[in-house]
C-alpha cells in the first residue's frame, strides 16, 4: 500500500474501555515511521477532541487535540453554523452538552420549546429521556442524530448499545428519521476529514473495526481501507458473511499494519 495519510478509529481499534488493544502502540508507531501522523476519528460523541486527547495520553500515547475528530464535534460544528440561534434539546451525555455550549449552542431544558433536537449515547436513557425526546419532536423542525452506531464495544469483551440505538428508538416513538446522522460515514465527516488531511484520498489509508462506518467511509472517500478485528467485527462474524462494503485488507489488530505498509 502506498500510504500517505492516515484516519483510524479509536473505540474498538486504539482501545477497549480504559486499555489499550493489543499492537495498538506498535501499529501507530509503524505509521509515524512511515512519515504519516494519523488523524484519529470516532463515532463517540461524549467528549471533546481534547478530552480524547488527554484520554489517549493517559494510556501512554502522544496525541494532540487537533489530530483527533469526533461525531460530537461534527455535530457541534454543524449547529454553531446552521442553527446557532435556535433552541436545541438534548437527549445525550452532559460531554455533549459541554461541547455544543462551547460553540455558543443555544440549548434548553424545556422538549416543548425545542426547534432542534439531538440524540446521542448517554447512559442515563430510561424512559422520561425516551419520553422527553418524543415531546420535542413534536415541536422540533431538526431532528440530529450524533452518529448511526448501534452498538459500540465496551470494556469487557462484549458490544453495548450505543447512539444509533437511542436515536432509533426516540425516531420510532414519533415515526420519523432523523434529517441528519453524523460521524462515519456521513458526508460531513468526511469532509472534515478531508480539511484535515493534507493527503489524495487515493494514497489515505483508513483503518477502523466496523464494516458500516469505517470501511463504508473509505469507500465513499475512495481511500484505501483496512479492517481490523479486535472491537466489534470479530473473525467468525466477518467469515460469516456481510452486504456491507469490502475492506482492502483485513488485519488482526492495529499492530498488523507495519506488514503492508
Not at 475512495?222 to 467469515?239: D, H, I, N, W
Request: aromatic share 6%.
Amino acid at each position: 500500500m502506498d500510504v500517505r495519510g492516515a484516519v483510524v478509529d479509536l473505540d474498538g481499534t486504539v482501545y477497549r474501555g480504559d486499555t489499550l488493544v493489543e499492537g495498538a502502540r506498535a501499529g501507530i508507531d509503524a505509521l509515524r515511521d512511515h512519515g504519516v501522523d494519523p488523524l484519529f476519528v470516532t463515532n463517540n460523541p461524549t467528549r471533546s477532541p481534547a478530552a480524547y486527547a488527554r484520554r489517549l495520553g493517559e494510556m501512554g500515547l502522544d496525541v494532540s487535540a487537533d489530530r483527533v475528530l469526533s461525531a460530537g464535534s461534527v455535530t457541534a460544528q454543524f449547529l454553531a453554523e446552521r442553527h446557532p440561534n435556535d433552541e436545541t434539546f438534548v437527549v445525550g451525555s452532559d460531554g455533549l452538552r459541554e461541547q455544543l455550549r462551547a460553540v455558543g449552542v443555544s440549548l434548553t431544558d424545556d422538549p416543548h420549546a425545542a426547534t432542534v433536537l439531538v440524540t446521542s449515547h448517554t447512559y442515563g436513557f430510561d424512559y422520561e429521556a425516551l419520553t422527553e425526546g418524543y415531546w420535542a419532536l413534536a415541536s422540533a423542525e431538526t431532528f440530529v442524530g450524533t452518529d448511526p452506531d448501534l452498538t459500540y464495544p465496551g470494556g469487557d469483551g462484549r458490544n453495548r448499545p450505543g447512539s444509533g440505538a437511542i436515536t432509533r428508538a426516540v425516531g420510532a416513538v414519533a415515526d420519523r428519521d432523523p434529517d441528519h446522522e453524523f460521524g462515519k460515514p456521513s458526508p460531513e465527516t468526511l469532509a472534515a476529514i478531508r480539511e484535515r488531511l493534507d493527503c489524495d484520498p487515493a494514497h489515505c489509508l483508513v483503518v477502523g473495526d466496523r464494516l458500516d462506518t469505517d470501511v463504508a467511509l473509505g469507500e465513499r472517500g475512495g481511500m484505501q481501507t483496512a479492517l481490523v478485528l479486535s472491537g466489534s467485527t470479530t473473525r467468525s462474524t466477518f467469515e460469516a458473511g456481510d452486504d456491507g462494503p469490502t475492506p482492502d485488507v483485513v488485519l488482526d489488530h492495529l499492530g498488523d499494519l507495519r506488514t503492508v505498509l
